[in-house]
């Protein structure tokens, strides 16, 4: 198959990452991909909380939100802090919550 330009399909060639880094990414999309995850992140954007307060404000049993709330700490979306026997989630980083308010005003639009 000949190319119909080759120069954009080299510029192209020479913008992709690692497949690592895909898969990596990929992960991170996939925790956009849950309606709990999502309301769980937007509650953390707002303030720290146990597993027992998100239990309370999404109205779900605390096993759930901690299945959940496992997934994000995994893929480092959250970090946690122990006073005592509470731990308390909140958001690692500014990043996600970019992406988030980036979904959400596009879908907005």
Known sequence: MKLIDEKAVEECRNAMISEKDYDDMSIIFDMFGDSTRLKIMNALFT??????????????????????????????????????????YSMADEHIYNIYKMAYEHIKE
């Open 47 to 88: 303030h720290e909380l146990c597993v027992g307060d998100l239990a309370a404000l999404l109205e779900m049993s605390t096993s759930a939100v901690s299945h959940q709330l496992a997934s994000l700490k995994k893929t480092k979306l959250v970090t946690t802090r122990k006073i005592g026997k509470h731990v308390y």
